[in-house]
T-cell receptor
């Protein structure tokens, strides 16, 4: 049973560019949340998707947007990248309001 | 916004020793969770606590949900080298708020 799968594992982008990160939830899970983890910090909640809609959002600017597809997979898009967007981006899936399973993350470096 | 104060920031212990770490908050949480994160990996759930006063064990790990619902602790008994990693507490407000609020983590080093 595959857990949460994220792609790519690493990528490097230039300031001002746009990036799309992808997440496939654990089998049977229908809810996907995204977190940003800066070096040496705990994860920070970006937003959560359920039934293809954004259900809750954290304190992140509109440059951060997302999407959930009918198969429950999800994308995180970040526009106009800043150096400060460099972080590990974690996807977590759950069943409705159940416990969360995290993926291994995508390490984004903005140069 | 909600913040979790996790302490200590780091611990250096000898194999076989017991470890204790805790989290406090100015906000009330309905759920407390403890995660472990290894380098290059996502957090892995160790223990989930759902009721004030609840004491739950998972092998050598024991965690408690404070009766005020504003704090929690995690104990690790008889530490072993594979306990090395970063431990995070996380709180969930509930009541329609699904996000997890994380502490900054406790980095544990175990010397053989």
């Amino acid at each position: 049973d595959a857990g949460v799968t994220q792609s790519p594992t690493h990528l490097i982008k230039t300031r001002g560019q746009q990036v799309t990160l992808r997440c496939s939830p654990k089998s049977g899970h229908d809810t996907v949340s995204w977190y940003q983890q800066a070096l040496g910090q705990g994860p920070q909640f970006i937003f959560q998707y359920y039934e293809e809609e954004e259900r809750q959002r954290g304190n992140f600017p509109d440059r951060f947007s997302g999407h959930q597809f009918p198969n429950y997979s999800s994308e995180l898009n970040v526009n106009a990248l800043l150096l400060g967007d460099s972080a590990l981006y974690l996807c977590a899936s759950s069943l409705a309001r159940g416990g969360y399973t995290f993926g291994s993350g995508t390490r984004l470096t903005v140069v | 916004g909600q913040q979790l104060n996790q302490s200590p920031q780091s611990m250096f212990i000898q194999e076989g020793e017991d470890v204790s770490m805790n989290c406090t908050s100015s906000s009330i949480f309905n759920t407390w969770l403890w995660y472990k994160q290894d380098p290059g990996e996502g957090p892995v759930l160790l223990i989930a606590l759902y009721k004030a006063g609840e004491l739950t064990s998972n092998g050598r790990l024991t965690a408690q949900f404070g009766i005020t619902r504003k704090d929690s602790f995690l104990n690790i008994s008889a530490s072993i080298p594979s306990d090395v990693g970063i431990y995070f507490c996380a709180g969930q407000l509930g009541g329609g708020s699904e996000k997890l609020v994380f502490g900054k983590g406790t980095k544990l080093t175990v010397n053989p």
